[in-house]
């Protein structure tokens, strides 16, 4: 028996694994190139039956939504860094202003100027790009920036997240077809163990029981249906007029 199982062979299974293996770059896993060859050549088969291939089936990796990940890491990036740049410019700014405001107090040594009035005028001593409305526009300008990256990575994560949830499904059910024919096929190649044993008896006698009670429904119909017919049986009527006949003749 044994050496009957060996010759038997599936190369449409062994071409199916191959197939999703290479579809998936699995192929140099081990279960699967050694379970290929072995289903190819229809030996050792006793020995893969034991396993289950729903557990031992490599889970291949997602790539629906790498790129708008990574593109959601490259804002990160970007953002993290932009939220300081606002901070330090406001104190630029600071620092190009007092330098200018200390330059105008001593050249204008008499004349009294309240520092924010300085920094909003500039009074010809500090760059128009330095005053305090062009700053804070600028400022305004930046953390927008830096709001609307904030914006693009959550609907980035958000549209990463959904497609490799979808993908996900179809990998998983893929997956599982393929185990269950695995499963399916190399099951009845197992060694007769005692579990393997009572699964297969209390199978066959759900099935005999299961056929015994469809035989005994059918036995039951035909016997009604018997008994109905034979009360209204034509013969028997006919019978029994003759049998009333001859009675009358008798007398």
């Not at 699967?32 to 072995?38: D, F, V």
């Not at 927008?144 to 996900?168: D, E, Y």
């Not at 599982?176 to 499963?183: T, V």
């Amino acid at each position: 028996m044994a050496s009957k199982k060996q010759s038997v062979s599936n190369k449409e299974l062994s071409l199916a694994l191959s197939n999703w293996a290479q579809k998936y770059n699995l192929e140099r896993d081990v279960y699967i190139e050694r379970l290929s060859s072995a289903l190819e050549s229809g030996a050792d088969l006793e020995h893969w039956a034991q396993y289950d291939a729903n557990e031992m089936l490599p889970f291949p990796e997602i790539e629906s939504g790498s790129k708008q990940s990574a593109r959601a890491e490259l804002i990160i990036s970007l953002r993290n860094i932009m939220v300081f740049v606002p901070v330090a410019f406001t104190w630029a700014g600071i620092s190009q202003a007092t330098t200018a405001f200390s330059k105008y107090s001593t050249l204008n040594p008499t004349k009294i100027v309240n520092f924010f009035d300085f920094w909003e005028n500039g009074y010809g001593v500090l760059n128009r790009f330095w005053t305090l409305s062009n700053i804070a526009r600028i400022d305004f300008l930046l953390l927008s920036i830096v709001i609307a990256g904030s914006i693009s990575i959550a609907f980035l994560q958000t549209n990463a997240k959904k497609l490799r949830s979808a993908s996900m499904a179809g990998l998983n059910q893929e997956r599982l077809a393929l185990s269950l024919d695995l499963n399916s096929y190399l099951y009845r190649f197992r060694t007769p163990t005692a579990f393997v044993v009572s699964q297969n008896l209390a199978s066959s006698i759900r099935d005999l029981r299961n056929s015994s009670n469809a035989l005994s429904k059918v036995m039951k119909s035909s016997e009604k249906n018997a008994a109905e017919l034979a009360r209204g049986s034509v013969v028997r009527e006919q019978l029994s007029n003759i049998k009333k006949l001859v009675e009358k003749l008798q007398k």
